[in-house]
């Protein structure tokens, strides 16, 4: 897909972000000429989602692929403006070109992958499930969760709540709005199970010690990459594939997601 970028493009202003008019794009320019002509690269972002993209204390956001965001814009010779979007959202907002890029913990999937680029894979990971500690033997299998009395709760529109749908047909499933206090719902035993991706399991256990436990399951329940989605342009592709290559091998990723771990 390749859309004209207009003058007149203007998104909603959020307290992370100021906005910027695109100028209109000359027929046969790539995404990655307008971006360079604009002087500005748009991130999409949940920033609900730790350690990969979240507001600190003060509201600003951070994270490991907000880090990577900065960095991947000042390799392109631009600046980078974040622009507020949601899980149930994104997808439309991507597709009325709201930003460039989006990422922030996003997995790789077909539906996606049919309107945009992914970058190459920064995370390879599987869905699992975290519990009360306590209740953490309990759910170590999709048919021990997969029961009439089990509470199962899931953030909306995006993959945790799409493998809850089709896993899970006896438990009930709650739809909690705000990814960032989910978790306490399962504390406030309000919920008994969310699953999710591993590294956010980790983090949340690692927030949440003794309170809550990563399920100790045989194996992930699935498998999955998260990569970052890029409008369709083969030269913002190649560039974006070129940078976080080396930032993968240079070992500047990991840095950045062990920062953000913490």
Avoid at 168 to 190: G, L, R, S, Y
Avoid at 202 to 226: R, S, W
Wanted: charged residues 25%; contains cysteine; neutral net charge.
């Amino acid at each position: 897909m390749r859309a004209f970028l207009t003058a007149a493009a203007m998104l909603v202003t959020t307290a992370t972000a100021t906005i910027t008019a695109v100028p209109t794009a000359w027929a046969g320019d790539s995404v990655l000429q307008a971006i360079r002509q604009a002087g500005v690269v748009r991130v999409g972002t949940t920033g609900d989602y730790k350690p990969f993209s979240y507001k600190g204390a003060d509201g600003a956001l951070v994270g490991a692929d907000i880090e990577m965001a900065k960095e991947l814009a000042s390799t392109l010779g631009v600046r980078v403006e974040f622009v507020q979007t949601s899980w149930k959202t994104l997808m439309d907002d991507f597709k009325a070109e709201k930003f460039d890029i989006a990422l922030g913990g996003i997995t790789v999937n077909p539906d996606r992958a049919a309107v945009g680029d992914f970058s190459v894979p920064n995370v390879s990971d599987g869905k699992r499930p975290i519990a009360r500690c306590a209740d953490k033997e309990k759910f170590t299998t999709v048919e021990k969760i997969d029961q009439p009395t089990t509470r199962v709760v899931v953030n909306p529109g995006g993959t945790n709540e799409k493998f809850a749908r089709a896993n899970f047909t006896k438990a009930p499933i709650e739809v909690w709005p705000d990814n960032k206090t989910i978790h306490a719902q399962i504390a406030a035993d309000k919920a008994d199970v969310m699953v999710t991706d591993g590294i956010e399991v980790d983090m949340q256990a690692k927030l949440n010690p003794g309170v809550l436990c990563a399920v100790p399951v045989a194996a992930p329940f699935t498998h999955f990459e998260n990569a970052y989605l890029l409008r369709k342009d083969p030269e913002l592709k190649q560039a974006v594939d070129a940078w976080m290559t080396k930032a993968l091998s240079s070992g500047l990723w990991k840095a950045k997601l062990d920062a953000a771990m913490q």
